[in-house]
């Protein structure tokens, strides 16, 4: 044996030796249950929270901002971040995220605000839309997400692109730059079909009189009107407000995650530099067929039917099957379940290797192929 080699050796006899020594000595009372630490987290960040609907603010069309209040001051939160709440309908219990629409500043005032648009077959936008009052109470959890400005990480000059109800982490963010919690200069390009698409017009006025470091870049496709760019949201366009140095925020539909994708590697923007939320779904049910769903959850196993174009997590919530839900998109990962029999498509963005090697699916994104069995997470 080499002098190194042994010399390595002793090293692990001495520390093996002290190692035991430390235990021996050690006391023997049982770990402190809880800690200082772990009650002020539980305290700033519980698993849920009960709201009360103050104001109701129509925005267009399809888009209303619901205020919620509390007695006690709201979980600190990132401008961009979202929100899962959580509504009855028909004595079933429906969780959706929802982006917050306002800025960090607003929990001080024990409020804060979503934004919600109606699609003309959900469920709980509708129910929103049309049901949820002035006075009423609903239960929250978060916030949640990564979409978030880190001065560590992105560069002082933002370009925002962002459409249909993709503007709400936007308008959150331009009103944290305003009030002060946040500080970078904030480029969005907005883009919508016709001008009374567009939300938010009026605050973002009102933010860009009180501050520079925000400009609001409004594009029309299908409408031409002075002091709007015209068209679509391109290459040349985003060349027009680009700067030397620059982070990328996209959010919006699927269609302009993948044209925005295309461009930005076109102009050989780095992934470092490029921050997205998408809303929608990466991939859609393929199959219009009726298939079997056997669900292992608490130590049982239930059986329902789900159609193919569904994806497998709206099947369970149909069928009262109580499972682990969040953003919606499998960004979060928190539904994260084993396939244990049969075929699913399944969107593979957020999927790590190792949850593909041993068949780990995300139900919000996966729609069965086949009849399937899967176990929920605990």
């Known amino acids: 044996m080499s002098n190194s080699n042994g010399k390595e050796a002793q090293k692990l006899v001495k520390y093996s030796v002290d190692r035991t020594k430390c235990i021996k000595e050690s006391s023997h009372k049982p770990f402190k249950k809880d800690y200082q630490a772990n009650q002020v987290v539980t305290e700033l960040h519980p698993s849920s929270f009960t709201v009360q609907v103050k104001e109701i603010k129509v925005e267009s069309g399809w888009a209303k901002t619901f205020v919620l209040t509390s007695e006690r001051e709201f979980p600190p939160f990132q401008e961009g971040q979202y929100i899962t709440v959580e509504v009855q309908i028909e004595g079933i219990t429906y969780k959706r995220p929802f982006t917050i629409s306002c800025c960090s500043k607003r929990t001080h005032e024990h409020e804060i605000q979503i934004t919600v648009q109606r699609v003309e077959h959900g469920l709980v936008s509708n129910y929103f839309f049309y049901q949820v009052n002035i006075g009423d109470y609903l239960t929250i959890h978060g916030p949640f997400g ?34 002060g919690s946040l500080d970078f200069h904030l480029t ?25 470091k925000v400009q609001v870049v409004y594009v029309l496709s299908e409408e031409e009107k002075e002091g709007f760019v015209s068209g679509l949201i391109t290459k040349e366009l985003i060349l027009k407000y680009q700067k030397d140095v620059m982070s990328y925020f996209v959010c919006g539909p699927i269609g302009l995650y993948e044209a925005m994708n295309s461009i930005l590697k076109e102009l050989n923007i780095a992934n470092k530099y490029i921050r997205h939320d998408c809303y929608d779904e990466c991939e ?41 839900k969040r953003c919606g998109v499998g960004v979060c990962g928190i539904c994260r379940s084993k396939l244990l029999e049969g075929n699913v498509l399944t969107n593979d963005h957020y999927l790590r290797a190792i949850d593909e090697e041993y068949h780990y699916i995300h139900p919000c994104v996966s729609y069965p192929l086949s009849n399937i069995k899967i176990k929920l997470p605990k």
């Open 188 to 212: 969005i390009l907005y883009h919508a079909k016709t001008e009374r698409e567009f939300l938010f017009q009026r605050d973002f006025a009102e933010i860009m009189k009180r501050c520079d």
């Open 284 to 324: 859609k049910g393929q199959l219009d067929e009726t298939f079997e769903i056997r669900v292992l959850t608490g130590g049982q196993e239930k059986i329902v039917f789900g159609n193919g174009l569904e994806s497998i997590s709206k099947t369970l919530e149909r069928a009262a099957i109580i499972a682990p």
């Open 146 to 179: 990564n979409f978030v400005y880190q001065s560590l990480r992105d560069a002082n000059e933002v370009l925002a692109i962002a459409s249909e109800s993709g503007i709400i982490p936007f308008k959150a963010m331009a009103e944290g730059i305003c009030e």
